[in-house]
T-cell receptor, first 116, second 114 residues
Framework: SAVISQKPSRDICQRGTSLTIQCQVD?????MFWYRQQPGQSLTLIAT?????????ESGFVIDKFPISRPNLTFSTLTVSNMSPEDSSIYLC?????????????FGQGTRLTVV | AQSVTQLDSQVPVFEEAPVELRCNYS??????LFWYVQYPNQGLQLLLK??????LVKGINGFEAEFNKSQTSFHLRKPSVHISDTAEYFC????????????FGGGTRVLVKP
């Protein structure tokens, strides 16, 4: 299993500002995933972050709005840029159990973001 | 592209009663199937998974699910719920040999009443 720590756990931000969310894993992992969970909705994958390469974004998400860093095998950040109230969501970091094997995904506790 | 449908957005149930949460997926290829639970203000925790083999899968906290390939379903059941089972439940699908992308259903909110 993997233990994932996310910071901050919640924040209230002014529109037009940016927030960087940190994700720390207790073991080295190849791929890290960032999800968005809008109020009352399911999880939507934002992007996949591999160490040493640019993140791969899903349809509807762009790097300018959600820049991601992946400096090493245990850490990643997601920035929500130029925020608007529509960005109010829970943002979750996730990793796979074992590289090359089909195991479950592990999730951080999430960052609850409110944009006012 | 695959999709996952959870047919019930909310399921109220009395304590000690059984509960079934329905999940259907659309995919013409083999899939891996998962059920996750999200307690209030927490991340997701795996309840159980189906990769291959027996179609009846047992998970944590007394939950089980049955994979039905012909009906493309993976319904979650518990014979007797507790107040502590109040949470959001998500069904998720991953296509075999198609990378690690998970597709989630819309979620089912279970409210256990005393």
């Amino acid at each position: 299993s993997a233990v994932i720590s996310q910071k901050p756990s919640r924040d209230i931000c002014q529109r037009g500002t940016s927030l960087t969310i940190q994700c720390q894993v207790d073991s080295q992992v190849t791929m890290m995933f960032w999800y968005r969970q809008q109020p009352g909705q399911s999880l939507t994958l934002i992007a996949t972050a591999n160490q040493g390469s640019e993140a791969t974004y899903e349809s509807g998400f762009v790097i300018d709005k959600f820049p991601i860093s992946r400096p090493n095998l245990t850490f990643s950040t997601l920035t929500v840029s130029n925020m608007s109230p529509e960005d109010s969501s829970i943002y979750l970091c996730s990793v796979e159990g074992e590289t090359g094997k089909v195991t479950e995904a592990f999730f951080g506790q999430g960052t609850r973001l409110t944009v006012v | 592209a695959q999709s996952v449908t959870q047919l019930d957005s909310q399921v109220p149930v009395f304590e000690e009663a059984p509960v079934e949460l329905r999940c259907n997926y659309s995919s013409s290829v083999s899939v891996y199937l998962f059920w996750y639970v999200q307690y209030p203000n927490q991340g997701l925790q795996l309840l159980l998974k189906y990769l291959s083999g027996s179609t009846l899968v047992k998970g944590i906290n007394g939950f089980e699910a049955e994979f039905n390939k012909s009906q493309t379903s993976f319904h979650l059941r518990k014979p007797s719920v507790h107040i502590s089972d109040t949470a959001e439940y998500f069904c998720a699908v991953r296509i075999v040999a198609a990378g690690n992308k998970l597709t989630f259903g819309g979620g089912t909110r279970v409210l256990v009443k005393p």
